[in-house]
Structures are given as C-alpha cells and as structure tokens.
C-alpha cells in the first residue's frame, strides 16, 4: 500500500524503484557486501522499521553480478521468519548458473514469492515468468492482482515456452546461451581483467569500478555517443550513494565481434580517458 516499505539490497534492479515509485512506496536500502545484503541490517529494520516484505535479486545480481551465499541465505531466511517478513525472490538469472546455492524459497517456503523466467535466460522475446506463492490462498490473491492489470499472459509464448520445456529445445536453449556467455565473459576478462571488473562466467552482464578520471555518469555518456551500452551506478542506487562505477551489458551486441569491438574500446577509454568535459554533449 502507499507510503509502506520494503527493504531491497542498495544495489538493486531499477524495475522495482520505478514500480515502488509509482505505487508510492518506500525502500529501505540494506548495506551488501560480497556474500549479499547484511542480515545484520535486515534484522535493524525488522526491529526499527516493519518493513512489508524484503526484495532481493539472489543470482548474478543486476547489477554487481553478485550471488548470494548459501549461508547468507540462510541468515536472511531465519531472520524473515522470526520475524513474519514476506520475501519476494526475483530469481531472473537463476537458470544460467551451472552451480548455485539452494533458493531462498527452500528455506523459508511460507514466506517467499520465488520469481523466475526466461526472458533472462533463454531469449529475451520470451516474456514468460512464473511465481510461487506461499499458499494456495496467496496464489489466488496474486493471479486477482495480475488479471487486474494485465489481463492475461499471451496463450501463445506461454504454449510456445511449454512446448520447448517438454521437448528438450528449452535446455539446449539454455546451453547454447551459457557456452555464449562463457565465450563472451572469456572477451571481457581479455580486454578489462585489469580493471577489476566483477564478471562471471555465466552472467550476461558486468560490474566495472572506476578510477578517479571518469565519474559513472560521465562515463556512460561518453560510451553512449559510440554506441556502447553502458549503465551508471546511480540508476540501481537505492540509498543515494552510488558507488563509482557502470554496469556493462554483454548480451546487447548482436555478433561476438560486435561485442569484443565494445569491449575494446571500453578498455582503450579506461587506458587512454579523454578529458570528460569536453568529449560528453
């Protein structure tokens, strides 16, 4: 409801701001470090603040890339169930690990909404998602709520989707975009290793620190003008301190060449920074 709160991770997916924006609720951004979002903090805001619900985006974090720990998972889930917190877990990446810690939703299952799909996974035309609930009685609540605002999901992707699962096109799918992704992440260690960047195997996305010549914004200004897809922190920041640094997405290049031609001149603005102030319109 307006003017009630969620606590999210301070690095979070800029689809929930803007929904939280719109249906006028607040966000109580939890410190993360590199195991997740601090149960320490979650705790304090149980206790201090009542939040409604605890948002995360567990795997491959948008945008730091960041996975969440197995034991950090476990805190979050113990805490959430001391203290009767819904979970929503936005598990959009969740498939494309080969490996991965157990789901949240396995931890506190009367708790959690486990969201995942396979427009992050298999192909991004395929807007299909799929949500547990708690209860079957949260489940009817939730198919009211999106028959009110959506309707229906199209019949057509949903047996399209169905149809890959049963006949095995959605696992060979989902291989010939990991072995992509292997290749394309292979090109980014290439060219930005040096740079300390954050950058899996199987994620299709990059988390880039940057040094003192460029800020994120101007950064991402400037790699905008040649046509590369560059994110600045500020868009995730949910406690109003982004840190210096820009999410680079992989997967929107259409060819591997296309990919390592924006990788490289990525490096070469990081190696060789023109002054920013004069090279951003």
């Known amino acids: 409801r307006p003017g009630e709160l969620i606590c999210v991770e301070a690095l979070t997916y800029p689809g929930v701001k803007a929904i939280a924006t719109q249906l006028g609720i607040q966000l109580h951004a939890l410190p993360i470090d590199e195991e997740g979002p601090m149960g320490e903090s979650f705790e304090h805001?149980?206790?201090?603040?009542?939040?409604?619900?605890?948002?995360?985006?567990?795997?491959?974090?948008?945008?730091?890339?960041?996975?969440?720990?197995?034991?950090?998972?476990?805190?979050?889930?113990?805490?959430a169930l001391r203290y009767a917190i819904p979970i929503i877990e936005d598990d959009a990446y969740g498939l494309?690990?080969?490996?991965?810690?157990?789901?949240?939703?396995?931890?506190?299952?009367?708790?959690?909404?486990?969201?995942?799909?396979?427009?992050?996974t298999l192909g991004?035309?395929?807007?299909?998602?799929?949500?547990?609930?708690?209860?079957?009685?949260?489940?009817?609540?939730?198919?009211?709520?999106?028959?009110?605002t959506t309707v229906m999901?199209?019949?057509?992707?949903?047996?399209?989707?169905?149809?890959?699962?049963?006949?095995g096109t959605a696992d060979a799918m989902l291989l010939a975009?990991?072995?992509?992704?292997?290749?394309?992440?292979?090109?980014?260690?290439?060219h930005l290793g040096a740079h300390g960047i954050a950058a899996p195997s199987e994620s299709f996305h990059l988390w880039l620190p940057l040094s003192s010549a460029w800020s994120p914004v101007e950064f991402a200004s400037y790699l905008r003008t040649q046509n590369v897809g560059v994110v600045a922190s500020a868009a995730f920041s949910t406690d109003g301190m982004p840190p210096e640094a820009v999410r680079i997405c992989l997967g929107g290049p259409m060819s591997r060449d296309d990919c390592d031609q924006a990788l490289r001149l990525i490096a070469e603005t990081l190696t060789h920074p023109q002054h920013p102030h004069a090279t951003v319109t």
């Open 45 to 79: 805001a149980c206790k201090t603040l009542k939040p409604k619900a605890l948002y995360v985006n567990p795997t491959l974090n948008n945008p730091t890339t960041a996975t969440i720990s197995r034991a950090r998972r476990e805190a979050l889930a113990d805490i």
């Open 96 to 120: 494309l690990p080969r490996q991965m810690p157990p789901t949240i939703a396995t931890m506190a299952p009367d708790l959690t909404y486990y969201i995942t799909g396979f427009s992050k």
């Open 124 to 148: 991004a035309g395929l807007r299909n998602a799929y949500v547990r609930s708690p209860s079957a009685r949260q489940s009817q609540r939730l198919a009211g709520a999106l028959r009110a």
């Open 153 to 167: 999901a199209s019949p057509i992707t949903n047996a399209l989707a169905t149809l890959w699962v049963e006949d």
């Open 177 to 190: 975009v990991r072995n992509e992704s292997n290749a394309r992440m292979a090109m980014a260690m290439r």
